[in-house]
Nanobody, 129 residues
Framework: QVQLVESGGGLVQAGGSLRLSCAAS????????MGWFRQAPGKEREFVAAISWSGSSSYYADSVKGRFTISRDNAKNAVYLQMNSLKPEDTAMYFC??????????????????????WGQGTQVAVSS
């Protein structure tokens, strides 16, 4: 069983940056794709970004494309989400998740929660206007 722990959230002004980290323990994540999702108050959890096992491929929701960057360090068993040019609408609880696949041949495999089998508890991001 893999344990995922997110960190790096906080309160930031619009236009600012945050870097989220996801540390895995219990099992290696180096052979799994990984993803970040978020859930705003009163809304369903939504896909943000995903990365293949090697880090060679990454995918983003349209709402964050060009502003967020997902990366990973398999030696450290960790995944990161660099968030720049933050907007108030980015305010949410952010979760990292372990994918059931190493890489994604179709967007359904990285956007749907059912294709992830391990989740962290989340880290809160709040962006003030």
């Amino acid at each position: 069983q893999v344990q995922l722990v997110e960190s790096g959230g906080g309160l930031v002004q619009a236009g600012g940056s945050l870097r989220l980290s996801c540390a895995a323990s219990g099992r290696t994540i180096s052979t799994n794709g990984m993803g970040w999702f978020r859930q705003a108050p009163g809304k369903e959890r939504e896909f943000v970004a995903a990365i293949s096992w090697s880090g060679s491929s990454s995918y983003y929701a349209d709402s964050v494309k060009g502003r967020f960057t997902i990366s990973r360090d398999n030696a450290k068993n960790a995944v990161y989400l660099q968030m720049n040019s933050l907007k108030p609408e980015d305010t949410a609880m952010y979760f990292c998740a372990r994918a059931t696949r190493a890489y994604f041949v179709d967007q359904v495999y990285y956007t749907r929660e059912s294709f992830y089998d391990g989740w962290g508890q989340g880290t809160q991001v709040a962006v003030s206007s």
